[in-house]
């Protein structure tokens, strides 16, 4: 068997790993790379996209999931297979498809066609997201896809004490990120500090993952959270989501503390209502100004899917709520340039990472409680090497045999 990498080694984004036997071609994500200028593909020629039989989806991030309209495009033809979740979420049609949970149950072998079968749990990254454990031709191979076992939103089935051939691992935070339990703990410390000063702050976030450990932990310390509708609906609608979240989030999600984003007393409501008179010419916006800053609800967060801060309102906010003493808090990547690291930047926003992903000291953990032959390590573009002669670093367009 050959793992061709066709993106996501040495690299953030563009997750896309092609296995091919001597009788089956299994692709694992099909994701697209940001680049400051539109986003790229993987690398796969339309003969290696019209060989695949099965297109398998971790999960419903577009570095994992936004080039499969391309992929028909280019010729695929196979079937696509992923968790209920992520397959609702595609950005487009997807024909042939088969529902994970509805093949089997998690930990269960499921037999598909030309002697593949594989056994699935969840991964603990976002609302439907799976690792993926193989086994054809005598070969065993796992995908963890993104992955971390201490989410405080989402259930994880742990990987352990599983024996494979190959096994394609996420290092997403390579070497100096810390390990997600260090990380919780002192974002823990940070959320309750700032209550404690009576402090507002404003988070900008992922609508699913990340997005929601933060919601999580605001309630659990005593905080009014005033959060996007979408990720309330995220929370509250998503169907089958007691299988995916954890118990403590849905008590969070259902809490009197949390609120739609539109019943923030003056902050948000008001610099929408401020916006519009402003932009009719009828209104001042230094006065709508002072107004926002006395009307502050001391000691309440406010929740919003744009991690960079990309959206206009959703930067006036931020510029309200940091004159008026508050805090802009990040908690994942800056894409450089963008509004989100300019703030960082100017010393108006901190920085405290909510790990969705592992570090390479994670990725040895799972290597310690498992036996793997050769492990691939993903999702990082750091130029990392290891010690361990069974971790093999690689690049986008390289193949291993194993
Ligand atoms: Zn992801
Ligand atoms: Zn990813």
Redesign the pocket.
């Given at each position: 068997m050959k793992l061709y990498i066709a993106g996501g080694a040495s690299e953030h984004g563009r997750n896309s790993f092609l296995v091919e036997g001597k009788s089956i071609r299994i692709l694992v994500d099909c994701g697209l790379m940001r680049e400051p200028n539109g986003s790229s593909r993987p690398f796969l020629s339309d003969e290696q996209i019209k060989s695949i039989d099965y297109l398998f989806l971790t999960?419903c991030?577009a570095?994992?999931a936004g080039a499969v309209m391309w992929l028909y495009e280019r010729g695929f033809r196979g079937i696509v297979i992923a968790s209920r979740f992520t397959l609702d979420t595609m950005p487009g049609p997807v024909r042939d498809c088969l529902v994970l949970e509805e093949l089997g149950e998690r930990g269960a072998k499921i037999t598909l066609d030309h002697g593949l079968s594989v056994t699935w749990g969840r991964s603990g990254?976002?609302m439907g997201?799976v690792w993926l454990l193989f086994s054809a031709e005598g070969k065993k191979f796992l995908f963890s896809g993104?992955y971390v076992e201490k989410s405080a939103a989402y259930k994880c089935d742990k990987i352990r004490d599983i024996a494979a051939d190959l096994a394609v691992i996420d290092t997403a935070y390579g070497t100096k990120g810390e390990r997600c339990r260090e990380n919780l703990k002192i974002f823990k410390k940070y959320v309750s500090d700032e209550h404690t000063a009576r402090r507002i702050n404003f988070y900008p976030v992922p609508s699913h993952?990340r997005g929601l450990d933060v919601i999580r932990i605001l309630i659990e310390n005593g905080c009014e959270v005033y959060a996007d509708e979408y990720l309330i609906q995220e929370l509250r609608e998503t169907e089958g989501r007691k299988n995916w979240l954890r118990k403590g989030m849905i008590r969070a999600s259902e809490s009197d503390h949390l609120h739609p984003l539109m019943q923030f007393p003056i902050g948000y409501a008001c610099v929408l209502r401020a916006r519009q008179r402003w932009q009719q010419g009828s209104g001042n916006y230094l006065k709508v100004k002072e107004f926002s800053e006395k009307a502050v609800l001391p000691g309440s967060a406010i929740v919003v899917p744009d991690t960079q801060i990309a959206k206009e309102w959703n930067r006036d906010t931020a510029l309200h709520i940091h004159d008026a003493g508050g805090r802009i808090v990040l908690t994942g990547k800056q894409i450089p340039g963008g509004c989100a690291s300019r703030m960082l930047a100017a010393g108006m926003a901190d920085f405290l990472r909510i790990s969705?992903h592992q570090t390479a000291e994670e990725l040895r953990e799972l290597r310690r409680k498992n036996r793997f032959a050769r492990i691939v390590p993903f999702h990082s573009a750091e130029q990392m090497s290891f010690a361990e002669k069974n971790i093999i670093v690689m690049k986008p367009m390289e193949t291993i045999e194993f």
């Open positions: 999960h991030h570095d994992h990254h976002c997201s993104d993952g969705v």
